[in-house]
C-alpha cells in the first residue's frame, strides 16, 4: 500500500535548489496527515552527502542515483531515477519544484507511471485521506481544485509557495537506485551560465520590475541600485523587453517568468493581463506609476501616482536609512 | 524534412474567464478562441525549417471543430495542411488521452520532428507534449529558445535558471518552443485566401484505433474537483499629489511596520 510523501531533491553543481527545502517542509506536513515516511531523491554525480545532508531537513531515507550519466540534467536519465525511486519507496504523492528541471521532468516521470500530474500548484492539502491541489489556469485568472486518480498523485509547486523547512538533527538513510538507463538519445553538451551571483527570478523573496515607463535599457540601473540595497532580483514587463529596454530572461509574465515573491515593486508598468499573470501571487505589491489610472493599482497593496525618475532615488536612499537603523 | 506541429486553440490572453454557476468549468460564450500564443513560436520555426531545408509541415489540434480556425491560422502562416482530431468520445480528455490520440496521428504521419507550444495558455500544464514523447519513445527537449538542425540531429538550446543548457538530440524528437526562438510572421492575405484550400483531414476515434475507454473524460487521471475565483485583494493604500519624497517615506514605512517584508 502506497504511503507516504517522496520529494525530488533537484540540485545542480553540488548545490540543492531552494524549493527543495520548501517541498520538504509541506511535505512532511502531508506525510503526517496522511501517515507515512517523508523520503527524498536525488539525481546526479557524487550526490551521496549532499543527499545524507536532506536528514537534517527531515527526509528519512533519500534514494540515491550517482554516477557520471547523471551529471548533467537528462530527461531520460532523471526520468529513470525518480521513476525508479519511486517503485522503490512506492509514495501516495511526489513533489517536485515547478523548476526549468522540474518542468521537464515531472510530466515524463507522470507518463511513464501512467498517472496524473498537477502543474505549478500554489497549495496542496489533505482532504479525506488524499492529496488535493489548487493551481492557477487561464494565465492566473482563476484557480482549479484538482484531485488525482493514480498513485502516486504527482505535483508540481511553484517556489516560494511554503517556507523552507527548519534544520533539525535527523539523518537519512541512503539507498541507491538503479535509473535502468545506459545511453542517452537527448544529453546536455553544455550549460552556458549568464548573470553569474544574479538571484534567479523564479526564487527571489524580492523583485523590482521596470516597464515600458522605463524609457530606454540605460535605465533599468536606477532598478539595479534600488535592488541591491534590499536584495532583490530585477525583472520587467513585456513591454520593456518587446522595446528592447531589458533581455527577455528577466520578462515576467504569461510568456516570461512565473513568479512568487513576498515583496514585488512594480515601476512604470500599466499592470497588463499577461503581466498580472506572472505576478499575482506576489505577497505584497507596490506599484508606482505616473498614470493614476494603470490597472495594476487595483493589484497593488501600495502604491505612488508620480514620476518612477523622482520616486526610485528616493526610495533607494530611504530603503539604505531604514536597513541602516 | 516532415515536421509536424501539435497547437492548440485557446482563449485570447486578454478574454475574461468567467466560471459557470457550478464550479465545474468556464462560461465558453463570448470568448475570442485564438492559437495558443507559445504555438505560434513552433509554427514559425516549422515554416523557416521548410523555408531553409524543404519538406512537408503539418499541423495537428485536438480539439472540438471551433479548433480548425487556429489550424487555418497556422495554415494561412504556411503550413502546408492540417489534421483535425474529434470525436465526441475524444471530449474531457486529459493530457496522457490528448497525446495518445496524438501518438496515433504521429504514427501515421512519421514526421522527423514534432514540435509544439511551451504549454497552453488555458489550463498551463505543459504535459502533453513530455507524454507524447513518452509513448512515442522519442526524447524530448522543452523549452527551445535556439533550434540548430544538423545531420541527423538537432542542437537545441534551452532556458534554465541562470543561464541555458545545450541539448543535442537524436531525431526524430518532441521539443517545445519558448518565447524568443524567433518572430512570428502575420498571416498575409494571399496566405489566408490560400488556407481556405489547404487540405484538413478530420481523424476520429476509429482512425486512432483506440478504445473510447482509452480517452476521454472517464479515462483522465487528473480530476478537476471545482473551479474557484480568484481570492479578492483588499483594496490598496495608493498615495497621490503629495511631495514625492513624502510619499515614499511613508510606503517604506509601511513596507517595513505593515507589510513585514522588509
Not at chain 1, 550519466?69 to 512506492?90: C, H, I, P, R, W
Not at chain 2, 478537476?224 to 514625492?244: A, D, M, S
Amino acid at each position: 500500500m502506497a504511503s507516504g510523501v517522496l520529494v525530488f531533491a533537484e540540485q545542480r553543481d553540488g548545490k540543492v535548489r531552494k524549493v527543495v527545502y520548501e517541498l520538504l517542509n509541506i511535505g512532511k506536513q502531508i506525510a503526517d496527515k496522511m501517515g507515512g515516511p517523508l523520503s527524498a531523491v536525488i539525481v546526479g554525480k557524487n550526490v551521496g552527502e549532499l543527499g545524507k545532508s536532506l536528514g537534517k531537513f527531515g527526509a528519512q531515507k533519500v534514494y540515491v542515483a550517482d554516477g557520471d550519466l547523471f551529471q548533467l540534467y537528462s530527461t531520460e536519465g532523471y526520468a529513470g531515477a525518480v521513476t525508479a525511486a519511486v517503485k522503490a519507496a512506492d509514495p501516495a504523492v511526489l513533489l517536485v519544484g515547478t523548476t526549468a528541471m522540474g518542468k521537464d521532468l515531472t510530466p515524463r516521470v507522470a507518463a511513464r507511471l501512467g498517472v496524473g500530474a498537477a502543474s505549478d500548484c500554489t497549495k496542496v492539502e489533505v482532504e479525506a485521506g488524499k492529496l488535493v491541489a489548487t493551481r492557477p489556469v487561464y494565465s492566473g485568472k482563476c484557480y482549479v481544485k484538482v484531485e488525482f486518480a493514480g498513485t502516486p498523485a504527482i505535483a508540481a509547486i511553484r517556489p516560494n509557495t511554503y517556507p523552507v523547512a527548519a534544520e533539525a538533527g535527523g539523518s537519512a538513510e541512503l539507498v541507491n537506485v538503479d535509473a535502468g538507463v545506459s545511453a542517452l538519445k537527448a544529453k546536455v553538451t553544455q550549460v552556458v551560465k549568464s548573470g553569474e551571483g544574479k538571484i534567479e527570478l523564479t526564487e527571489a523573496e524580492k523583485i523590482v520590475s521596470g516597464g515600458r515607463g522605463m524609457k530606454d535599457k540605460a535605465n533599468f540601473k536606477i532598478l539595479e541600485d534600488l535592488a541591491g540595497v534590499i536584495k532583490a532580483a530585477v525583472g520587467a514587463s513585456r513591454a520593456a523587453v518587446d522595446s528592447g529596454y531589458a533581455p527577455v530572461d528577466i520578462q515576467v509574465g504569461q510568456t516570461g517568468k512565473v513568479v512568487n515573491p513576498s515583496l514585488y515593486m512594480a515601476f512604470g508598468i500599466s499592470g497588463a493581463i499577461q503581466h498580472l499573470a506572472g505576478m499575482r501571487t506576489s505577497k505584497v505589491i507596490v506599484a508606482v506609476n505616473k498614470d493614476p489610472e494603470a490597472p495594476i493599482f487595483q493589484k497593488a497593496d501600495y502604491g505612488i501616482v508620480d514620476d518612477l525618475f523622482k520616486v526610485v532615488p528616493l526610495m533607494t536612499e530611504e530603503f539604505k536609512k531604514l536597513l541602516a537603523e | 524534412m516532415k515536421v509536424l506541429v501539435c497547437l492548440k486553440q485557446t482563449p485570447d490572453t486578454e478574454a475574461t474567464i468567467k466560471i459557470t454557476g457550478d464550479g465545474k468549468g468556464i462560461e465558453e460564450q463570448n470568448i475570442k478562441w485564438v492559437m495558443s500564443p507559445y504555438d505560434e513560436f513552433a509554427v514559425e520555426e516549422a515554416i523557416r525549417l521548410k523555408e531553409k531545408k524543404g519538406g512537408e509541415t503539418v499541423v495537428v489540434s485536438m480539439g472540438p471543430d471551433r479548433a480548425v480556425e487556429a489550424m487555418r491560422t497556422a495554415l494561412a502562416m504556411g503550413m502546408d495542411r492540417g489534421v483535425h482530431c474529434w470525436d465526441p468520445a475524444f471530449a474531457g480528455s486529459d493530457a496522457l488521452a490528448t497525446a495518445k490520440i496524438l501518438a496515433a496521428v504521429v504514427k501515421k504521419e512519421n514526421p522527423d520532428l514534432i514540435l509544439c507550444g511551451r504549454q497552453a495558455i488555458d489550463f498551463d500544464q505543459a504535459q502533453v507534449p513530455a507524454f507524447l514523447a513518452e509513448l512515442l519513445g522519442l526524447p524530448q527537449v522543452y523549452m527551445a529558445a535556439k533550434i540548430d538542425l544538423q545531420d541527423g540531429k538537432a542542437v537545441v538550446n534551452r532556458r534554465i535558471e541562470g543561464g541555458e543548457e545545450i541539448v543535442e538530440t537524436s531525431l526524430p524528437a518532441v521539443i517545445t518552443c519558448d518565447k524568443g526562438l524567433n518572430e512570428p510572421r502575420y498571416a498575409s492575405l494571399p496566405g489566408i485566401m490560400k488556407a481556405k484550400k489547404k487540405e484538413v483531414k478530420k481523424f476520429t476515434l476509429a482512425d486512432s484505433g483506440l478504445a473510447a475507454s482509452d480517452v476521454g473524460a472517464g479515462g483522465a487521471k487528473l480530476k478537476v474537483i471545482q473551479y474557484l475565483p480568484l481570492p479578492e485583494r483588499p483594496p490598496g493604500k495608493v498615495f497621490k499629489g503629495e511631495e514625492t519624497a513624502d510619499m515614499v517615506k511613508k510606503v517604506v514605512r509601511l513596507l517595513r511596520d505593515e507589510a513585514k517584508v522588509i
